[in-house]
């Protein structure tokens, strides 16, 4: 390293010194109390093992049942998922004064309830990957959507964080829904709710807030998003309804943007592509989007208008 540089990285290391003493927010430097993001990213992982046992193999562990993978794969994630919780239960009022041993303790019981609730967040993964299956005549068969379908991949991620979601765990559940998010362009809040037999085709940009409510045999496409009318209040709208409600049987195509808490999609309703809705759609309503004109120009021939309608829509927009 040149005697410039050097020079010039002592005067820069002051000047980041001075900035650091201003006492700002990101000036922060307790590393060591805040939550490992490696280690939460690992945990979610190791739960994708034992959730499905057969799929994704580590070979660390050298045995040779199912029950005994399963049993050191429990005590590594519970490990590590009570000191993970532990620090993170800062951020609740009730914790926030508390002694380190009955954080600690705290800890331990929210994380032997988050265990308790494995197989339920299996009963739901089962019926998510037979939802896939049956909508998309691409698939071959069941294993090709558990190993490659990244909006699989996501709705498994928020079945385990919506859990821990609502044990009332900070921020460990959004970040592992940030984790999916990061991986396949789909970004679910922890907080959603989502019913049974819910499908993701494609899945790229799907957007679904924090209080949407979804039933069962839903499918989205890419693009979609569930979302609030407005976040102008801020901080003032905290846990309240913003997202909409989403009743079974739906199908929203891509596109399509469904804004607002009080806004519920009925059942066995249809969302076409591109639709902008911001208000109730009755049960067993088609949803469409009028096609604008469309211009052909071939060489020096005169552009052709063609404008046409699926008349078997029934149009609110």
């Not at 003493?21 to 590393?31: G, L, S, V, W």
């Given at each position: 390293m040149s005697e410039y540089i050097k020079s010039e990285l002592d005067g820069i290391l002051e000047s980041v010194m001075d900035d650091y003493?201003?006492?700002?927010?990101?000036?922060?430097?307790?590393?060591f109390n805040q939550p490992d993001k490696r280690v939460i990213?690992?945990?979610?992982h190791k739960l994708q093992q034992i959730i499905f046992p057969g799929f994704f193999k580590d070979t660390i562990y050298k045995v040779y049942t199912v029950r005994s993978t399963v049993a050191m794969l429990l005590e590594d994630v519970m490990y590590n998922l009570v000191k993970q919780i532990a620090i993170v239960l800062k951020y609740n009022k009730e914790c926030a004064a508390a002694s380190g041993e009955k954080v600690r303790e705290e800890a331990e019981r929210i994380a032997v309830s988050?265990?308790?609730?494995?197989?339920?967040?299996?009963?739901?993964?089962?019926?998510?990957?037979?939802?896939?299956?049956?909508?998309?005549?691409?698939?071959?068969?069941?294993e090709e959507i558990v190993v490659t379908y990244p909006g699989f991949y996501a709705v498994v991620v928020n079945r385990i964080a919506h859990e821990l979601f609502k044990l009332g765990v900070p921020l460990i559940p959004r970040i592992m829904t940030e984790h999916a998010h990061s991986l396949t362009g789909i970004d679910i809040h922890p907080g959603a709710t989502i019913g049974r037999y819910f499908c993701i085709d494609h899945g790229t940009g799907i957007v679904i807030g924090e209080t949407t409510k979804i039933g069962?045999?839903?499918?989205?496409?890419?693009?979609?998003?569930?979302?609030?009318?407005?976040?102008?209040?801020?901080?003032?709208?905290?846990?309240?309804?913003?997202?909409?409600?989403?009743?079974?049987?739906v199908t929203i195509y891509s596109g399509a943007s469904i804004l607002g808490g009080e806004?519920?999609?009925?059942?066995?309703?249809?969302?076409?592509?591109?639709?902008?809705?911001t208000r109730s759609v009755h049960e067993?309503?088609?949803?469409?989007v009028k096609n604008l004109e469309l211009s052909y120009s071939e060489g020096?021939?005169?552009p052709v208008g063609d404008k046409t309608e699926d008349t078997s829509w029934f149009y609110i927009i």
């Open positions: 003493a201003e006492n700002k927010f990101i000036d922060k430097t307790d590393i990213v690992d945990i979610l988050f265990f308790k609730t494995i197989p339920r967040i299996r009963a739901y993964i089962e019926t998510d990957a037979q939802a896939s299956f049956d909508g998309d005549p691409a698939a071959y068969n069941k069962d045999y839903v499918k989205i496409y890419q693009g979609v998003t569930l979302g609030a009318l407005s976040t102008r209040g801020g901080q003032l709208l905290k846990n309240k309804k913003r997202h909409p409600t989403i009743e079974d049987n806004t519920v999609i009925g059942r066995n309703v249809v969302i076409g592509g591109n639709a902008f809705i067993g309503t088609k949803v469409s020096n021939t005169k």
